[in-house]
């Protein structure tokens, strides 16, 4: 299995510039993915094949990276922004990263 | 516009089984695999199951493999979950998703939570 490996928290205050990272143990080219997910709530779709944003997300959303090393970038963070984001490989058996909670000072 | 509900979830003993069904709407259902992926309680995500177009091939991780069968049925665009031998590692949210060939899962349903206790 592709494990994806994800810090676990972060914490930034309005306005402010955040990235998340996400590392996968072997390759998955751009087959990349990014969720948001709020208490309660199922999984959004951000940002699919590593960086392209999915339409209706705010264009603050932006991610890159291929091969091993991802990132997400929220730029910049709003107070709604407060959840819990997840990466996601397509490029095997789906597998999941283990989430990154963000919250706002 | 698409829409997954499932339906099936509760409460169920060890060692006992349960059926969960997903219907689907808004889009041509026997042209997409379909997924079945859960959530643990306060845990993070993991895939479940796939299933082909036609039903004829399906995929499982091995925490599951043996024990829970996804098929399909394109006439009532409906994709189930038989969950058998069930522990209480099976606890979760399970939601039913689609995605867009390889992009991402953009559409989830709500989920039906499964609670494996005596």
């Known amino acids: 299995d592709t494990v994806l490996t994800q810090s676990p928290a972060l914490a930034v205050s309005p306005g402010e510039r955040v990235t998340i990272s996400c590392r996968a143990s072997e390759s998955v080219s751009t087959g990349m993915h990014w969720y948001q997910q709020k208490p309660g709530q199922q999984p959004k779709l951000l940002i699919y094949?590593?960086?392209n944003l999915e339409s209706g997300v705010p264009a603050r959303f932006s991610g890159s990276g291929s091969g091993t090393d991802f990132t997400l970038t929220i730029d910049p963070v709003e107070a709604d922004d407060t959840a819990t984001y997840f990466c996601q490989q397509s490029w095997n058996d789906p597998t999941f990263g283990g989430g990154t909670k963000l919250e706002l000072k | 516009e698409v829409q997954l509900v499932e339906t099936g979830g509760g409460l169920v003993q060890p060692g006992r089984s349960l059926k969960l069904s997903c219907v689907a709407s808004?889009?041509?259902?026997?042209?997409?695999?379909m997924y079945w992926i859960r959530q643990a309680p306060g845990k993070g995500l993991e895939w479940v199951s796939s299933i082909n177009t036609d039903g004829g091939s399906t995929y499982y991780p091995d925490s599951v493999k043996g024990r829970f069968t996804i098929s399909r049925d394109n006439a009532e665009n409906t994709v189930y979950l038989q969950m058998n031998s069930l522990r209480s590692e099976d606890t979760a949210t399970y939601y039913c998703a689609k995605d867009r060939a390889g992009s991402g899962f953009a559409y989830w349903g709500q989920g039906t939570l499964v609670t494996v206790s005596s």
């Open positions: 808004g889009f041509t259902f026997s042209s997409y695999w």
């Open positions: 094949g590593a960086s």
